[in-house]
């Protein structure tokens, strides 16, 4: 669908880094949410998700992470509320972490790290028609954010982690359909932090409207073991390399302010 995208993973430097300099960029992503630091908006609405789980489509290995694409040809699946004044139609969603639990999230609140991240992608379809515009505008995308922590096991994840064996390597892909990412959500998704800021990867265009979700999501060790158990190499490629650790570090704030819908 439109909103997947190729990385080159160049041998440099790790493709997480990301290039070392961005021009021009003032407003990055990941950061680190200082929690005492930012600001109670009574403004910020909750977030409004309908997802119509027969818009999901494939699921593949890009080299970085494993995304689930949905069909955004319609307004199927969709976002609003929160701090956004237009509609956002899901794209895509997929995760990043890390090679043990100790670390893997790219966002971290008070400099705390979690072992995984979800991040759900969408973008303005009141303003734009396909991702592909949208990504190069400030408006254009909006991203929900939400932290995995290592516990019980999450029934609705099993689908998800029975299907990564077959996409274990590079530009993979298997069909996968009827998938409800609603239920990748925490409980509550009335709490959460927001701020203006970044792709995590390469074109690291500065197009994204972020929502961390406060309450995170619990997987079982067994679950992200699946995980770690993807590769970033192609199965033509000799050396084998476990995907893991693909987030990128914390970038600076440059006095942007982070806005809490809760107090
Ligand atoms: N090129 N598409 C992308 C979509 C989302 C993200 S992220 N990791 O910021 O959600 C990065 C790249
Ligand atoms: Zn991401």
Redesign the pocket.
């Known amino acids: 669908t439109a909103c997947s995208s190729k990385y080159v993973l160049s041998q440099m430097h790790p493709m997480w880094q990301g290039p070392l300099v961005v021009p021009g960029g003032d407003r990055q992503s990941p950061i680190d949410i200082v929690v005492r630091k930012s600001i109670f908006d009574s403004k910020l609405k909750p977030l409004v998700t309908k997802y119509d789980p027969h818009t999901c489509q494939q699921i593949w290995n890009n080299g970085y992470s494993f995304l689930v694409e949905y069909d955004d040809t319609t307004d199927k699946s969709t976002l609003q509320g929160g701090p956004m004044e237009d509609k956002f139609r899901l794209c895509q969603f997929?995760f990043?972490w890390g090679e043990t639990n100790a670390w893997g999230s790219?966002h971290t609140v008070d400099k705390k790290l979690f072992p995984a991240e979800l991040?759900l992608v969408h973008w303005n379809s009141d303003k734009y028609s396909l991702f592909e515009e949208a990504v190069m505008e400030d408006n254009g995308l909006a991203v929900i954010g939400v932290f995995l922590k290592v516990g019980k096991r999450h029934e609705g994840l099993q689908k998800l982690v029975d299907a990564l064996p077959a996409i274990r390597h590079k530009n993979s892909v298997v069909a996968f359909n009827r998938f409800d990412p609603g239920c990748l959500l925490p409980t509550n998704t009335d709490d959460y932090w927001t701020y203006h800021g970044s792709l995590?990867t390469p074109p690291l265009t500065e197009s994204v409207t972020w929502m961390i979700m406060k309450q995170h999501i619990e997987v079982s060790h067994e679950q992200l073991a699946v995980f770690r158990s993807l590769l970033f190499t192609s199965a033509e490629e000799d050396m084998q390399k476990s995907m893991v650790n693909n987030f990128r570090v914390q970038q600076p704030l440059r006095g942007r302010a982070v806005r809490s819908s809760f107090n």
Do not use: G, I
């Open positions: 997929h990043h790219e991040h995590t």
